[in-house]
């Protein structure tokens, strides 16, 4: 078998290896295991969140069972935003947060993330050890009785927990005058989202908030905004807010119907703490696919954009490596260290209504001071993953690419880390010469290495 954590956590379709009970149960005996040799003398404790997807009730009891069967007590909060789980294992001195969730994807698949005890992602090495005793340890042989058997608890208070913390995260500074509309993609935030902004004070319409275990993400959310961008015009609406299935993203719309995405939102909200003298190193910290406007952009401000590999998780890595407390991807993923632990799509969306509230300025006025570069990004099949270098005519024809562009244009080139796939993306003035070059380069890694 191969290894069964990705870059977040445990993904897969449901009731399918490795998203079936069965292995779920072997997750809660092995995260039971490791613990129990970390706490000694007391029982571990597991808080236990999900999204809305109909698979959340088989892998949650199953999951729950294999802890309870090794010792370690159960917190089940149902739906909850992932950052939810994460700040409740914090708050609730737990020792392990567990979400169910396969965040943006389909209804059919599912999956599982797990947080330390501090509310961040499990380090690669706790995941090397959990995996271990799953795939090569007989976990299964380890039995106990009794009063040593964990005990599970339903916690009806934890999406509260999470609305008061979201809320706090602006000083609960109130929201009247603001009309939103919130797209809660029928998944994790539909029982929570609504509640924070209008405690706040804000008028909100609200819209796929009636999630049936298989409509999360279903042409809604913050992949789907055609049906957001149309009510928050027909609506007046001052801002549309679409979050993703686990709600640890978010998308916006302004009052005129265009898209506010990640990219932007991070300059926003780095220019206001900038000027608050409250972003560190006056820098954020972004992948190689945030677009080469967030880096113009924060060069005119006087700050400056960090680049990590691709992945929210390696986002935070550079976070909490280099001491930075703002970073993010262009998919909507924005990281607050200051407040969270991970993306939250309800946390930055009250930061950027803070930023609107006391600039006195429309969504789509702070939208428009970062301009956004053209952008291709191509893919080619290729049967191995070959050092580029090593392809004939590569090199030359990059530095070429390169050159032509200047310091008006940008060239990244990475082979997927899931699939036999090199993706190509090229950034600059004119779109169609972009074009034209990702074809060049895409052309000469083809006639090498394609599939």
């Known amino acids: 078998m191969g290894k069964l954590f990705g870059t977040d956590g445990i993904r897969g379709m449901a009731n399918v290896y490795p998203m079936t009970p069965e292995l779920a149960m072997k997750v809660g005996k092995a995260v039971a295991k490791v613990l129990s040799g970390k706490v000694p003398g007391r029982k571990p404790k597991v808080v236990i969140g999900k999204d809305t997807r109909l698979s959340g009730y088989m892998l949650e009891y199953a999951l729950a069972s294999g802890l309870l069967s090794m010792g370690a007590n159960v917190l089940l909060i149902g739906p909850i935003p992932t950052p939810g789980i994460a700040h409740l294992t914090k708050s609730m001195n737990c020792d392990f947060g567990i979400m169910l969730t396969a965040s943006h994807n389909a209804a059919h698949d599912n999956g599982i993330k797990i947080f330390t005890h501090d509310g961040f992602k499990l380090p690669d090495e706790m995941e090397n050890e959990i995996e271990d005793w799953i795939l090569n340890k007989d976990i299964n042989s380890e039995h106990i009785s009794g009063d040593a058997l964990g005990k599970a608890y339903k916690v009806e208070e934890g999406k509260g927990r999470y609305i008061e913390f979201a809320k706090a995260s602006i000083n609960y500074e109130r929201l009247e005058g603001l009309k939103l509309v919130i797209d809660c993609a029928n998944g994790a935030a ?169 600039s006195s300025r429309k969504m789509s006025e702070l939208g428009s001071e970062m301009k956004l570069y053209p952008q291709v990004l191509s893919g080619v099949k290729v049967k191995e993953k070959k050092d580029l270098e090593l392809i004939p005519g590569y090199s030359e024809k990059i530095k070429e690419i390169e050159a032509e562009l200047g310091s008006s244009g940008r060239v990244y080139v990475r082979y997927s880390g899931t699939g036999a796939k090199c993706r190509i993306m090229i950034e600059g003035p004119d779109q169609t010469q972009i074009e034209g070059f990702a074809k060049e380069i895409v052309d000469v890694i083809e006639k090498d290495i394609g599939a």
Do not use: W
């Open 190 to 358: 539909y029982a929570s989202a609504p509640y924070v902004f209008v405690e706040l004070g804000a008028t909100i319409k609200v819209i796929n908030s009636r999630p049936n275990g298989l409509n999360i993400n279903d042409n809604c959310g913050a992949l789907h905004v055609e049906q957001l961008r149309e009510k928050v015009l027909s609506e007046k609406a001052d801002v549309g807010i679409a979050l993703d299935g686990d709600a640890d993203r978010l998308i916006v719309i302004d009052e005129t119907g265009a898209i506010v995405d990640g990219d932007k939102v991070m300059f926003i909200l780095a220019k206001y703490l900038m000027s608050k003298g409250k972003l560190k190193k006056n820098s954020i910290v972004a992948t190689h696919y945030s677009n080469l406007g967030l880096a113009k952009a924060m060069e005119s401000i006087g700050g400056s954009l960090v680049r990590a590999d691709c992945g929210d998780r390696y986002v935070l890595e550079e976070m909490r490596k280099n001491d930075y407390n703002l970073g993010g991807e262009k998919s909507g993923h924005v990281i607050f260290l200051d407040h969270v632990t991970t993306g939250d799509g309800i946390i930055t969306a009250l930061n950027l209504l803070s930023v609107m509230k006391s």
